[in-house]
């Protein structure tokens, strides 16, 4: 009988859904790396099938997917993904989710209400998924959903580096946009060494995409504020509080954002006159009817292979972040 040896090698696989392939080529890029190709297609009855066009056994894989419209179909063949993997004996697979889908819905704020998002992070560990990994994550519980590893990835550091080589601290103002936001702008305001402000809102939970501006806390008069947000979707608020930080005397106002989902009419509000400048990570795709010429869109796919590096090789992903988040 012959004796049986194994390598002992890891093999690392990147497959990605049909939302957002340039971010997954990109990343594959940058890991020098090639990514496997998937027979995906959607019947004309709206199923979705999926087949890998090489073996994927024993191997570690990770299944990138952008979750932007539609995001239910994106998100059903990003199951379906990670279910042909198991199938096919993967040895461990990550979903690389960059922008969870359903983040915002991660607690009851009314009877009778879901929290779809840990519905979501069901779904994905029903379907065979061993960890995850997602960019900015709406609320931080939402790793306590998983039964699982979760790695966390800020967009801090690709912002913050565009940032510090165009604002000057001495008249720049770090906003939050509401107060759930707070601690994120705090640690803004240290990196850039600028004040902080905090915008007083209120929303009607009856009434999706609409707020009101309360009140102002901080000083803004004469000088450029930066508003720090983690997703950008019909853009109302975002303009709402560019609004109310001109009216109280802010020289520019300056808009940064991880997730660019701009839903209609976004891009076409963004070019308010409150606003002076949109700037983003491409976690989302961005359609060239979606763009415009005030914003900037940074690349996340230099973050997103760092990530994957150290996860294959068993190193850490939270000494990619100094401790600063």
């Known amino acids: ?39 995906a297609r959607t019947f004309a009855n709206g199923e979705i099938y999926a087949r890998y066009d090489e073996s994927v056994r024993g191997c570690d894989a ?3 997917q952008s979750h932007t419209y539609p ?15 198991k ?6 697979i990550t979903v690389v989710a960059p922008f969870y889908p359903y983040a915002r819905q991660d607690k009851k704020g009314r009877g009778r209400e879901p929290i779809s998002a840990r519905l979501v992070a069901d779904l994905f560990k029903a379907a065979g998924a061993d960890r995850i990994m997602s960019v900015d994550l709406h609320a931080a519980q939402i790793q306590g959903f998983f039964d699982g590893p979760v790695d966390h990835l800020f967009a801090m550091p690709v912002l913050l580096k565009y940032f510090k080589e165009r604002l000057d601290p001495a008249t720049l103002t770090v906003v939050s946009p509401d107060m759930g936001r707070v601690r994120v702008a705090d640690i803004w ?18 009434v999706h995409n609409q707020v009101s501006v309360h009140e102002i806390v901080g000083e803004v008069r004469g000088r450029t504020c930066l508003i720090v947000d983690d997703m950008i979707d019909t853009g109302r608020t975002i303009v709402k509080a560019a609004e109310a930080l001109k009216e109280a005397g802010a020289t ?19 070019q308010s006159e409150f606003i002076d400048s949109v700037v983003v990570t491409d ?21 997103l292979a760092s990530a994957i590096h150290e ?11 100094d401790g600063a988040a």
Do not use: C, Y
């Not at 199938?87 to 461990?92: F, M, P, T």
């Not at 106002?253 to 509000?269: D, G, K, M």
């Open 87 to 92: 199938r096919a004996s993967a040895k461990r």
């Open 252 to 270: 520019n106002v300056v808009v940064a954002a991880t997730h660019a989902v701009f839903s209609e009419p976004a891009s076409t509000i963004l």
């Open 1 to 39: 009988m012959a004796e049986i040896t194994a390598t002992g090698q890891k093999r690392l696989v990147i497959v990605t859904g049909r939302a957002h392939p340039q971010l997954a080529i990109d990343v594959a890029s940058e890991l020098g790396a090639d990514l496997v190709h998937t027979d």
């Open 311 to 321: 996860v294959f090789s068993d190193g850490s992903v939270t000494s990619m972040f």
């Open 62 to 64: 990770f299944v990138i």
């Open 71 to 85: 995001i239910n179909e994106w998100l059903m063949e990003q199951l379906i993904m990670v279910d042909a993997l």
């Open 283 to 303: 976690t989302l795709p961005i359609s060239a009817d979606k763009r415009f010429p005030t914003l900037t869109v940074l690349p996340i796919a230099p973050l």
């Open 189 to 206: 305001s240290d990196k850039l060494g600028a004040p902080l402000a905090i915008i007083h809102k209120r929303r009607d939970p009856r």
